[in-house]
């Protein structure tokens, strides 16, 4: 396929005033491509750009501008899982920074249905910092009662890290950690790791996370990618660190803090960007400047940064 070659363009996309908070997501069989802005509506649209239908989130004001991030979504999630003995295309899964999740049943002919609500704020009670799916499970981040836990410091749970498995049904399910009802969803414990592991030092995550002001001093895991086979999780620290984790066990494989990466304070030498950067020598976001902000998989044992 020749990526050069342009087959539609769509001119009418909201301004969005906060463009970072947004996400984009394709259907497994790309017949939709969903958008979400930094207010948390979601705008569906077909191959050529065509705006399908627009979901909106809990109490908003449909037809008025709302200029507010306090709905932007951490993941943004095609799914087909609970999908395929139905009539329905896909089912859209929208996880907001509060980490309250929403489903829907989407079709590019019969338009959307809402499928079941979900929080994960009984172990996320601050909120989330990042969710990705794999199949048919999620890994979510963020703060939990666990983190920080000295007995608890060298495995995912410790960081913030839970996995998560989609189901159809409502079981009792129980864990290392507790017995509780989910709907659709069940928890799996984290195993343990037997090394010891680098502690980062704590930053602001604001940057990264519109929900994170009260707790802008803990290093947050803000960016996961999974790998081309789904075995491995990296994740991006607040500090500049990087992890590899395996899935789903969640044990940790591999750790860099930012000063043991290579060319970790590597400059960009374009004119621009010099000129730009001489400018902002006195802000504070230039404490940040050799942080990383997202990451890809190149192949199973290689990543782009």
């Given at each position: 396929?020749?990526?050069?070659?342009?087959?539609?363009?769509?001119?009418?996309?909201?301004?969005?005033?906060?463009?970072?908070?947004?996400?984009?997501?394709?259907?497994?069989?790309?017949?939709?491509?969903?958008?979400?802005?930094?207010?948390?509506?979601?705008?569906?649209?077909?191959?050529?750009?065509?705006?399908?239908?627009?979901?909106?989130?809990?109490?908003?004001?449909?037809?008025?501008?709302?200029?507010?991030?306090?709905?932007?979504?951490?993941?943004?999630?095609?799914?087909?899982?609970?999908?395929?003995?139905?009539?329905?295309?896909?089912?859209?899964?929208?996880?907001?920074?509060?980490?309250?999740?929403?489903?829907?049943?989407?079709?590019?002919?019969?338009?959307?249905?809402?499928?079941?609500?979900?929080?994960?704020?009984?172990?996320?009670?601050?909120?989330?910092?990042?969710?990705?799916?794999?199949?048919?499970?999620?890994?979510?981040?963020?703060?939990?009662?666990?983190?920080?836990?000295?007995?608890?410091?060298?495995n995912g749970l410790g960081h913030g890290l839970s996995?998560?498995?989609?189901?159809?049904?409502?079981?009792?399910?129980?864990?290392?950690?507790?017995?509780?009802?989910?709907?659709?969803?069940?928890?799996?414990?984290?195993?343990?790791?037997?090394?010891?592991?680098?502690?980062?030092?704590?930053?602001?995550?604001?940057?990264?996370?519109?929900?994170?002001?009260?707790?802008?001093?803990?290093?947050?895991?803000?960016?996961?990618?999974?790998?081309?086979?789904?075995?491995?999780?990296?994740?991006?620290?607040?500090?500049?660190?990087?992890?590899?984790?395996?899935?789903?066990?969640?044990?940790?494989?591999?750790?860099?803090?930012?000063?043991?990466?290579?060319?970790?304070?590597?400059?960009?030498?374009?004119?621009?960007?010099?000129?730009?950067?001489?400018?902002?020598?006195?802000?504070?976001?230039?404490?940040?400047?050799?942080?990383?902000?997202?990451?890809?998989?190149?192949?199973?044992?290689?990543?782009?940064?």
């Amino acid at each position: 396929m020749n990526m050069l070659l342009l087959l539609e363009k769509n001119h009418n996309l909201y301004n969005d005033p906060f463009p970072k908070w947004r996400r984009v997501s394709w259907s497994s069989e790309c017949s939709m491509v969903a958008v979400a802005y930094s207010n948390g509506v979601v705008e569906i649209f077909n191959t050529v750009g065509a705006s399908l239908f627009t979901i909106y989130p809990p109490r908003y004001q449909e037809g008025k501008i709302q200029v507010d991030h306090n709905n932007a979504l951490a993941a943004l999630i095609f799914s087909d899982v609970r999908t395929e003995k139905i009539k329905w295309a896909a089912e859209l899964i929208l996880i907001d920074f509060k980490g309250n999740v929403r489903s829907y049943f989407v079709s590019p002919t019969d338009g959307y249905q809402e499928s079941h609500c979900f929080s994960f704020s009984r172990l996320y009670p601050y909120g989330i910092s990042a969710a990705v799916d794999i199949g048919s499970l999620v890994i979510v981040a963020g703060f939990c009662h666990y983190t920080n836990d000295s007995s608890l410091r060298n495995n995912g749970l410790g960081h913030g890290l839970s996995i998560w498995r989609m189901l159809s049904d409502y079981p009792l399910l129980q864990t290392g950690i507790w017995i509780i009802l989910l709907m659709y969803y069940c928890y799996i414990s984290v195993p343990t790791i037997d090394e010891d592991e680098y502690m980062p030092p704590r930053v602001s995550l604001f940057n990264f996370v519109p929900e994170a002001k009260s707790l802008d001093t803990y290093d947050w895991i803000f960016r996961l990618c999974v790998s081309p086979l789904g075995r491995q999780v990296a994740a991006l620290h607040s500090s500049g660190s990087i992890s590899v984790w395996d899935v789903p066990s969640l044990r940790k494989r591999k750790f860099w803090s930012l000063e043991n990466q290579p060319g970790f304070d590597s400059q960009n030498f374009e004119p621009n960007y010099l000129k730009k950067a001489t400018t902002q020598e006195i802000s504070p976001i230039n404490s940040l400047k050799n942080h990383l902000v997202d990451v890809k998989w190149w192949s199973e044992k290689s990543v782009t940064l």
